[in-house]
């Protein structure tokens, strides 16, 4: 209304979300220890949630293109940064050995971001 009235044209623009990297289901948080070995890898079946020692992500495209792509060396932030993990070791495309660099309580449905 206030732009026909000012002669103006007003354009929108948004930011569409793309895929999100996000972990799997568990049971209440799951401590993360600084300097401590997890696997980190594609859930196997449905019963493939988080628990100690493992981190886990659903099986989807994008999702499986983001471990596939994980070499030696690779930083993962997890729930905004809060906590970082480090690949360690590539056991397979869809799995990996990572050490908690800066440790937390990983809850479920937390964000997986790659900064580089």
């Known amino acids: 209304k206030y732009a026909k009235e000012m002669g103006k044209k007003v354009e929108c623009l948004g930011d569409l979300q ?19 070995i997890f696997e980190f890898g594609i859930c196997k079946d449905d019963n493939d949630n988080i ?3 493992r981190i886990t992500m659903k099986p989807t495209v ?16 997890i729930e905004d940064g809060i906590m970082e993990v480090k690949v360690i070791e590539k056991v397979s ?18 964000g997986v971001n790659v900064p580089d």
Do not use: S
């Open 18 to 36: 793309g895929p999100k990297f996000r972990v799997a289901e568990c049971e209440g948080a799951v401590p993360l220890t600084n300097g401590e």
């Open 93 to 110: 495309d869809t799995e990996l050995k990572v050490e908690i660099v800066r440790g937390g309580k990983l809850k479920a449905r937390k």
């Open 62 to 77: 994008e999702q499986l293109a983001l471990v596939r792509a994980c070499q030696v060396g690779t930083v993962l932030l």
């Open 51 to 53: 628990r100690p020692g």
